[in-house]
């Protein structure tokens, strides 16, 4: 069985990166390295001569990472539930310091009153067992896929974790299945709950190696073009939190052909990825693009999703938004943008309620380009009032 270093990609030494398979590697723990020079430092200064045995006895560099890992994303997460979970038991095991670890509680779902503290390790040693049961039945794909999501949905309020708890869950999935082959459903599966986890967590450079990784994991397996669109959208996103739009646009800009080749203009992942692709190009100042892939596909989803779908209104606020960042906005544009704002307005209020995210926005993207346009009928006004003022026969 080979296992191939995925998520350890830099020297242990020098934290150089080695990518996906350059450098050296220690014939019987696998810990990398980028060189013969480090190797040796390892050995004589870093204390490998010791570590080796323990990493080897863990099953390998890649898994005791995951291991150590996991312990530091617990500790992380039981501190930020500290204060939330004071007096509180785990309602798996029923105490309040897990017997084994020590470990605290957390609780990061949408769960209330005295429901839904746990221990990481519970929560995991559940669906451990539950996917072990799965597999070994050969249930079917509605059940197994029920099954995983216990690992980012709690089972008692049917929301999913966030933030730390995520990202404690997501390496708790990845020590679980690290040492299987990396065809294995589950390994496939773990490196995109991780990826996830990281991106709650607000992660994002370590998300990217694991995002990475998977993409390049995916396309030597032979992965599905749909599979792969879906890591490619992830890891965009990725990109974008990290403020690498340059980066983030060319594989928003394939994703989106990917699924207009793929499953044609109408299909709502159509949609969505050129929603994607449009709002980087916003971002980037190209909004002449912007605007003309998003005058093609408007229609289109109005077409099939309809007026008060909330894909539709992300679309069209994205259009009006392009004018307000657009400094060769005529006034009539900008006029034209406050309509479509305060229709969208109107429409999100009625249909979300005026605390859903997506109502906020427009709001906010109403009150910017209003203030936008007065800023300009302003310049006109003072211009007009210039010329009235001036004294008569100057003209
Ligand atoms: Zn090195
Ligand atoms: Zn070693
Ligand atoms: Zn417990
Ligand atoms: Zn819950």
Not at 40 to 50: A, I, L, M, R, S
Not at 122 to 135: D, G, M, R, S, T
Not at 285 to 291: D, G, I, P, Y
Not at 292 to 315: C, F, H, Q, W, Y
Request: proline content about 2%; glycine content about 8%; overall charge neutral.
């Amino acid at each position: 069985m080979t296992i191939y270093e995925m998520i350890l990609t830099q020297c242990a030494v020098c934290a150089a990166e080695l990518g996906l398979s350059s450098g050296k590697k220690c014939g019987r723990c696998s810990t990398r390295y980028c060189g013969p020079e480090c190797q040796v430092q390892h050995w004589k200064e870093g204390g490998h001569d010791k570590l080796c045995k323990l990493i080897k006895k863990a099953g390998g560099a890649e898994q005791y990472n995951a291991n150590k890992k996991y312990a530091e994303a617990v500790a992380v997460a039981a501190t930020a539930c500290a204060e939330d979970t004071k007096g509180q038991t785990c309602y798996i095991c029923t105490q309040a310091l897990h017997w084994k670890t020590k470990e605290g509680l957390v609780r990061m779902c949408a769960c209330r009153g005295t429901a839904g503290f746990a221990h990481v390790s519970c929560l995991a040693e559940q669906v451990k067992i539950l996917w072990a049961e799965a597999e070994e039945n050969h249930l079917d794909d509605k059940v197994m896929n029920a099954r995983w999501h216990r690992w980012d949905k709690c089972s008692l309020c049917e929301q999913d974790y966030h933030g730390v708890v995520a990202c404690a869950l997501g390496w708790a999935c990845w020590k679980t299945y690290v040492g299987r082959p990396e065809t294995d459903q589950a390994r496939c599966l773990a490196m995109g709950l991780l990826g996830n986890g990281l991106h709650e967590a607000e992660r994002h450079a370590d998300a990217l190696t694991v995002k990475e990784a998977e993409l390049a994991t995916k396309r030597r397996i032979g992965a599905s073009e749909n599979q792969l669109l879906i890591v490619q959208t992830n890891l965009a996103i990725t990109y974008q939190a990290l403020g690498l739009l340059d980066q983030a646009l060319p594989l928003k800009r394939e994703v989106y052909s990917g699924h207009l080749k793929l499953q044609g203009e109408e299909h709502v992942h159509t949609l969505i990825a050129a929603l994607n692709y449009a709002s980087c190009l916003v971002d980037l100042q190209r909004s002449e693009e912007a605007k003309s892939l998003l005058r093609k596909m408007i229609p289109v989803a109005r077409r099939v999703l309809g007026e008060t779908n909330d894909l539709t209104i992300r679309m069209r606020c994205s259009y009006a938004r392009t004018f307000y960042k657009d400094k060769g906005a005529t006034l009539d544009d900008l006029r034209e943008s406050v309509t479509t704002l305060e229709d969208l307005d109107r429409t999100a209020r009625r249909v979300l309620g005026g605390e859903h995210p997506l109502t906020r926005r427009v709001d906010y993207e109403l009150r910017l380009t209003r203030a936008a346009l007065r800023a300009r009928e302003g310049d006109v006004e003072s211009l007009r009032n210039a010329i009235e003022t001036m004294p008569p026969g100057d003209a």
